[in-house]
């Protein structure tokens, strides 16, 4: 089998050099040998085993969590793989009753047809916001499952336009700090706190956070790999940007 240097895995998987590197320096994925010139060179099974590393990282799998699966004893390279395929395919079906949302929306917007209230949200998973409770529950303990109930019951008669509103409101506050993160802001700087009670209140849409459950929040932000790409997308490591700005905010300003 041929060997491949670091800048061929590189080109065929479009993981970067410097990921690969980081790979092999935490014992994720490891060269097959390495040469006399201190270069990494890697076979097939190495580019088999990083193909699992890519997959678990597609389903938001911790790297951590990857190297302890591939490592296991049990690890069954054929056994993964179906259950790969069985949970994008699920993912598939969703994504196109998205899309099917998604242009039913346009056609309303275009004045094309109608849709009622309950068709805005076909297709997003009711099993994710499921997972995101049980997380909380998890976390924080049974006595969160109250926050729960008061959130849902809060928005039960929303309209349409208040859920619209309400994610404008999201999406500004996230540029928002996403910008200041760029600038080189430290999250317990002035700008950024002046900015965080715009966060805090639409929090309280919802529920009313104390200084506990307002840092469990940032953590959970910062820890659940969801959120953390929806974060990542706006500015590299703004996800713990946000949870060290919401942990600073708190202990000054939230009650105990």
């Not at 193909?51 to 990857?66: A, C, K, T």
């Not at 409770?133 to 959130?151: A, C, H, M, N, Y």
């Not at 500004?172 to 700008?191: C, Y």
């Not at 929090?203 to 929040?217: D, K, M």
Request: hydrophobic share 35%.
């Amino acid at each position: 089998m041929p060997d491949y240097t670091v800048k061929d895995v590189a080109e065929l998987s479009g993981v970067t050099v410097r990921t690969l590197h980081f790979y092999d320096e935490i014992g994720l994925l490891k060269p097959a040998h390495y040469g006399e010139n201190g270069y990494r060179y890697y076979g097939k099974d190495e580019l088999r085993r990083l193909q699992h590393v890519m997959f678990y990282r597609e389903l938001g799998v911790p790297l951590d969590q990857i190297k302890a699966i591939l490592s296991a004893p049990e690890f069954d390279r054929l056994e993964a793989l179906k259950a790969h395929r069985e949970r994008m395919e699920k993912e598939v079906g969703r994504y196109r009753r998205l899309l099917t949302t998604i242009d039913a929306t346009i056609a309303e917007l275009n004045g094309a047809t109608t849709m009622s209230d309950n068709e805005l949200f076909a297709g997003f998973s009711e099993e994710k916001q499921r997972q995101y409770e049980k997380d909380l529950v998890d976390r924080f303990g049974p006595g969160v499952q109250t926050k729960i109930d008061e959130s849902k019951e809060r928005i039960k008669g929303w309209t349409r336009q208040e859920f619209q509103e309400s994610s404008e409101r999201w999406n500004a506050f996230l540029a928002s700090l996403g910008a200041l993160a760029a600038e080189g802001k430290s999250p317990d700087s002035a700008e950024v706190q002046a900015l965080i009670p715009t966060h805090r209140a639409w929090l309280e849409q919802y529920w009313t956070p104390v200084r506990e459950s307002y840092i469990g929040l940032g953590q959970l932000y910062a820890g659940h790999p969801d959120f953390r790409k929806q974060f990542d997308a706006v500015h590299e490591g703004l996800a713990d940007f946000c949870a060290e700005a919401m942990r600073v905010y708190a202990e000054r300003e939230l009650p105990a």
